[in-house]
């Protein structure tokens, strides 16, 4: 049996599947995702507000013309989030409903009546684990940081790919193995922002992503991302950008606000930041120490 730790980790799917199926993902998906099996639209679009789900998995043989409906609306309000359709076998209203499916948003077609199938939909799902936007941005800031020390990246690297609870520069700290001071003296003695103005701002590019999504709330990205309140939030937004939480929304998608995070933290200060090495040891004549 798998270890509780290790399966609260894997990407969660929440699907809406015949009682075969459900046997044959679960079976599929063992080490890669784990599946939230539900009995309909609804409940799908429940686990997507409470960000319990990264993936939707609905079976063709369950899209009638009323779960179509559902599907072409969760489709809409959540475009971000991947949503595949299973096929597992073909009956005489099969091909209109594949037809249907297309035309309500769903572009991903997952046929499993052979065994590629199966490593198609792990592979697809495994995707899910990482956030389109994390790789966007880390793949951004890897051209603009070229050079940098191992650990300056390291700094940045945490920014998107640390989970949303760590929030705050202590936390960042812990989650990078340094002291806090340790890691904001350095920063100021480069002529730096501040890390708490690096991790807040990118903390704003995560939110601008998800509110790609209609169906998000300011409630539910202020859940999704540790924030204590909705008011938090807002407060936060403001703070950083001067704005409230429906104008932030308004201006700034995930491309426009990571192109902000760049245009103000990074790009003037790449030469400060490649001389930048906020996590390393150093080498006093009595021997290294961590500096605090």
């Known amino acids: 049996m798998q270890d509780r730790s290790v399966i609260s980790a894997l990407a969660a799917v929440s699907t809406v599947l015949t009682p075969t199926e459900r046997i044959r993902v679960d079976a599929a998906g063992e080490g890669s995702y784990r599946a939230l099996h539900r009995d309909n639209v609804d409940d799908v679009v429940r686990d997507l507000k409470a960000n319990r789900a990264a993936a939707v998995l609905v079976s063709v043989a369950r ?15 959540f475009p971000r989030v991947p949503t595949l ?57 890897a051209v603009d940081l070229s050079g940098v020390s191992n650990d300056c990246w390291r ?17 960042l700290s812990q989650h990078l193995t340094v002291l806090p001071s340790t890691l ?33 709330s300011v409630a539910n ?17 403001r703070s950083v950008l001067g704005l409230t939480a429906v104008e932030f929304r308004r201006h700034y998608d995930g491309a426009a606000m990571l192109l902000h995070f760049r245009e103000a933290l990074v790009l003037p200060y790449s030469d400060a930041l490649r001389s930048l090495k906020p996590l390393s040891t150093i080498v006093h004549a009595h021997g290294p120490r961590r500096q605090t």
Not at 157 to 169: D, K, S
Not at 184 to 207: N, Q, W
Not at 222 to 236: M, T, V
């Open 155 to 171: 700094f940045f690297e945490a920014l998107f790919a640390a989970p949303p609870q760590v929030a705050t520069v202590r936390a």
């Open 221 to 237: 990205i202020a859940n999704h991302l540790d924030y204590s309140s909705p008011q938090s939030f807002g407060r936060h937004v």
């Open 184 to 216: 904001m003296s350095r920063f100021f003695r480069a002529g730096l922002p501040a890390p708490k103005r690096y991790l807040a701002v990118a903390r704003l590019v995560r939110a601008a992503r998800l509110f790609e999504n209609p169906g998000f």
């Open 63 to 77: 899209c009638d013309q009323i779960a179509r409906a559902g599907v072409e609306m969760m489709v809409r309000e």
């Open 85 to 141: 359709a299973l096929l597992s076998d073909i009956e005489p209203g099969t091909p209109r409903t594949m037809l249907l499916l297309g035309q309500s948003g769903v572009r991903q077609l997952i046929d499993v009546r052979e065994p590629s199938g199966w490593r198609e939909l792990r592979s697809l799902l495994l995707g899910t684990q990482i956030d389109s936007m994390q790789r966007r941005a880390l793949s951004q800031l």
